[in-house]
């Protein structure tokens, strides 16, 4: 699998890492989601803390960890709001990966600048510089989904030790509170190492109905296979100045499909991209896609 540069952090990252929002160390199919990711090339994987109180990790920590650590790169996330639960967050996290350092730790979506000051204020940073220089995290950053604004704020403060950002990436997004109009430009210029979440829409192009965040439960239009494919889907994120993409699968056949398309990718032309957008704008103004997004 092609690999693109994190940013600064001098780690290359595959194009595609297995996201551990829907992974669970019961959920019967963990195993062979990790072995046929590794199989395929995969070498990104990604989880948090509060994914399946605890569950996600733990099946991290069961199938990946102890054959493939030295191959892979892993980051996990943390809601502390202060630096003593950071410090306990991170080394449950570790316990249960089965790993002793994480290569990614982010501080886990953030809602907006007051949010990250009293992050930095109840001590969250500096813990995480602290365990930072201990060897237990390589390089630290954070997440959020719902407001750009909160996102160029943090990336705003030069931190140099925040390298990393997490960001919803998609063909939706440029309706409306754009990440990619509003924070991407911010991270590239300070050479951050940006992944793409959300390529789908949280599952938003799926239809259905809203289950979590702004307008739950409204029903959603189908966006694909209506309007477009989850190959122009994944070629749209990848074809932006990203280092990789982060998508959960819930079984090894959404695994092989997503890194099928993955590597089928060989360039998109803004000309293209243009086009994929016209064809979702008017689904995505008028219906809820995007229900993660902060309302206006």
């Known amino acids: 699998m092609p690999t693109r540069k994190l940013g600064s952090t001098g780690i290359d990252v595959t194009c595609f890492g297995i996201g551990g929002g829907p992974f669970d160390a019961d959920y019967g199919k963990s195993?062979?989601?990790?072995?046929?990711?590794?199989?395929?090339?995969?070498?990104?994987?990604?989880?948090?803390?509060?994914?399946?109180?605890?569950?996600?990790?733990?099946?991290?920590?069961?199938?990946?960890?102890?054959?493939?650590?030295?191959?892979?790169?892993?980051?996990?996330?943390?809601?502390?709001?202060?630096?003593?639960?950071?410090?306990?967050?991170?080394?449950?996290?570790?316990?249960?990966?089965?790993?002793?350092?994480?290569?990614?730790?982010?501080?886990?979506?953030?809602?907006?600048?007051?949010?990250?000051?009293?992050?930095?204020?109840?001590?969250v940073l500096e813990a995480a510089q602290k365990a930072k220089a201990a060897?237990?995290?390589?390089?630290?950053?954070?997440?959020?989904?719902?407001?750009?604004?909160?996102?160029?704020?943090?990336?705003?403060?030069?931190?140099?030790?925040?390298?990393?950002?997490?960001?919803?990436?998609?063909?939706?997004?440029?309706?409306?509170?754009?990440?990619?109009?509003?924070?991407?430009?911010?991270?590239?210029?300070?050479?951050?190492?940006?992944?793409?979440?959300?390529?789908?829409?949280?599952?938003?192009?799926?239809?259905?109905?809203?289950?979590?965040?702004?307008?739950?439960g409204a029903k959603r239009e189908l966006v694909i296979p209506r309007l477009i494919s989850t190959t122009e889907a994944q070629h749209f994120s990848l074809s932006l100045p990203i280092s990789t993409t982060t998508i959960g699968c819930h079984d090894a056949k959404h695994v092989t499909e997503n890194i099928d398309n993955v590597l089928s990718y060989n360039g998109m032309t803004q000309k293209e991209r243009e086009a994929l957008v016209e064809k979702v704008t008017q689904t995505a103004l008028t219906n809820t896609i995007e229900h993660y997004k902060a309302k206006d």
């Open 31 to 123: 195993e062979e989601i990790i072995e046929t990711a590794i199989k395929k090339g995969c070498r990104f994987f990604e989880t948090a803390r509060v994914y399946g109180n605890g569950a996600s990790e733990e099946g991290f920590g069961k199938y990946l960890t102890p054959t493939y650590r030295k191959e892979i790169t892993l980051m996990s996330k943390t809601h502390a709001k202060d630096g003593e639960t950071l410090e306990r967050d991170l080394d449950e996290s570790l316990e249960a990966l089965k790993t002793d350092y994480l290569d990614i730790y982010l501080m886990h979506a953030i809602t907006s600048p007051d949010d990250f000051e009293r992050r930095r204020k109840g001590g």
């Open 135 to 216: 060897g237990k995290i390589g390089h630290i950053g954070f997440s959020g989904h719902s407001d750009p604004a909160a996102h160029s704020y943090v990336i705003d403060q030069n931190i140099d030790d925040i390298e990393v950002v997490l960001m919803p990436i998609n063909v939706a997004d440029l309706t409306w509170n754009s990440f990619i109009l509003n924070t991407l430009p911010k991270a590239n210029a300070r050479n951050m190492g940006v992944i793409g979440m959300k390529v789908f829409a949280g599952g938003g192009f799926f239809g259905g109905d809203v289950v979590w965040g702004r307008d739950r």
